[in-house]
């Protein structure tokens, strides 16, 4: 009874370990920065999307004319 005991008692503090761990914490902030950046990108593109259009024939006329 003692071993079922003792590894009792060792998978508990195993568990408690995993469950207070914090590694993946930060990969996961930076997935959903990533993820908000680019839904900001998008929209920005969406919204300007005649302005840049004219800032690119502008810029391709300026290098055909060189």
Known sequence: MDA???WLARATCRAERSLKREDGQGTT???ILVGVLVVIA???ITVFRPKLQELWDAI???INSL
């Open 42 to 44: 998008i929209l920005a």
């Open 29 to 31: 902030e930076y997935a």
């Open 4 to 6: 079922y005991r003792m």
């Open 60 to 62: 391709a006329e300026g």
